[in-house]
């Protein structure tokens, strides 16, 4: 199994921030964070993942997590990374949202955990990086996305065995000004999605992981749909018009290797990919690969 792993790790490094492989944040905060082995204890993580989004767009995202201890059962994690874009329109980069949880224990014994979390995402910017004529660009090269959100939800573990569903509900239209007819008769920008004044649909995740443990290491299997719930909408022709296609599912499998050095610190590694994903993609977050390496340090 670990051979398998760094097999695809190095195979593949040739973008897991991803709705899942494109996730707008519910996923990986808290304890849906496959990751977490302790939602409640005080850690410390850097990473950093390789990404390839719409239209062959390859994403570098620095990742920093804090998470502290605040009660025997109850802590804050705060997150956020740092982008590098590069595709065929122009090469971006900037600050990612600013994405904060509170994960409380209900309930623990030898063989069960039931964890409660609720959080939200607070944009870094106004997601409308344009290029060097000025032009609006499409969303994968955006480092925000633009809006408030909130998120909840809750986490069991069996055993072997961790399931987790979560809510991400986002309050406004970001302020993305991405249109085909704004870049003209450009054949290249008329691939991209379009996305000016995007209101994002509502999302819903569930997560199904099966862990293998030895000594000083845990392999996860995990599947990861998320559907969006609404139609996503743009502002086109002095109104908001519905995307059809874009309430849909995205079905993502994950796989992730956790290896201890010690008591403290571990190394993290994880691949990413979707097996089924959603017509319309405004929001530019799919991501066709993800790639993670990292590490983790437990006070």
């Given at each position: 199994m670990r051979v398998f792993v760094f097999i695809c790790f190095v195979t593949i490094s040739t973008y897991s921030?991803?709705q899942g492989c494109s996730d707008a944040g519910v996923c990986t905060s808290g304890s849906h964070n496959s990751?977490?082995?302790?939602?409640?204890?005080?850690?410390?993580?850097?990473?950093?993942?390789?990404?390839?989004?719409?239209?062959?767009?390859?994403?570098?995202?620095?990742?920093?997590?804090?998470?502290?201890?605040?009660?025997?059962?109850?802590?804050?994690?705060?997150?956020?990374?740092?982008?590098?874009?590069?595709?065929?329109?122009?090469?971006?980069?900037?600050?990612?949202?600013?994405?904060?949880?509170?994960?409380?224990?209900?309930?623990e014994n030898d063989n069960f955990k039931f964890y409660l979390n609720i959080g939200g995402k607070l944009p870094?910017?106004?997601?409308?990086?344009?290029?060097?004529?000025?032009?609006?660009?499409?969303?994968?090269?955006?480092?925000?996305?633009?809006?408030?959100?909130?998120?909840?939800?809750?986490?069991?573990?069996?055993?072997?065995?961790?399931?987790?569903?979560?809510?991400?509900?986002?309050?406004?239209?970001?302020?993305?000004?991405?249109?085909?007819?704004?870049?003209?008769?450009?054949?290249?920008?008329?691939?991209?999605?379009?996305?000016?004044?995007?209101?994002?649909?509502?999302?819903?995740?569930?997560?199904?992981?099966?862990?293998?443990?030895?000594?000083?290491?845990?392999?996860?299997?995990?599947?990861?749909?998320?559907?969006?719930?609404?139609?996503?909408?743009?502002?086109?022709?002095?109104?908001?018009?519905?995307?059809?296609?874009?309430?849909?599912?995205?079905?993502?499998?994950?796989?992730?290797?956790?290896?201890?050095?010690?008591?403290?610190?571990?190394?993290?590694?994880?691949?990413?990919?979707?097996?089924?994903?959603?017509?319309?993609?405004?929001?530019?977050?799919?991501?066709?690969?993800?790639?993670?390496?990292?590490?983790?340090?437990?006070?």
């Amino acid at each position: 199994m670990r051979v398998f792993v760094f097999i695809c790790f190095v195979t593949i490094s040739t973008y897991s921030f991803g709705q899942g492989c494109s996730d707008a944040g519910v996923c990986t905060s808290g304890s849906h964070n496959s990751f977490n082995e302790d939602p409640t204890s005080t850690s410390f993580s850097l990473g950093q993942s390789f990404e390839m989004g719409e239209e062959h767009v390859l994403i570098s995202s620095s990742i920093i997590q804090i998470q502290v201890k605040v009660s025997s059962k109850t802590s804050i994690s705060f997150k956020s990374n740092y982008f590098f874009v590069s595709g065929n329109l122009r090469n971006s980069s900037g600050l990612g949202d600013l994405t904060g949880n509170i994960t409380h224990k209900i309930f623990e014994n030898d063989n069960f955990k039931f964890y409660l979390n609720i959080g939200g995402k607070l944009p870094s910017n106004s997601s409308n990086k344009a290029n060097k004529e000025g032009l609006p660009l499409p969303m994968p090269y955006q480092s925000s996305l633009g809006t408030y959100d909130i998120m909840t939800g809750g986490s069991f573990y069996f055993e072997k065995w961790r399931f987790s569903a979560g809510y991400q509900h986002a309050f406004n239209n970001n302020n993305n000004g991405f249109l085909h007819s704004v870049w003209g008769n450009n054949e290249i920008a008329q691939e991209y999605f379009e996305s000016n004044l995007l209101k994002r649909g509502d999302d819903l995740m569930i997560r199904v992981e099966r862990l293998f443990k030895k000594e000083k290491s845990t392999f996860s299997i995990s599947i990861l749909p998320i559907y969006r719930i609404q139609k996503d909408e743009i502002w086109k022709n002095d109104a908001y018009i519905k995307l059809d296609g874009s309430n849909q599912l995205t079905i993502n499998l994950n796989l992730g290797l956790i290896k201890k050095v010690n008591d403290k610190l571990s190394i993290r590694f994880s691949y990413a990919n979707p097996i089924l994903w959603r017509e319309t993609r405004a929001d530019g977050l799919t991501r066709f690969f993800v790639v993670y390496g990292g590490i983790n340090y437990s006070f």
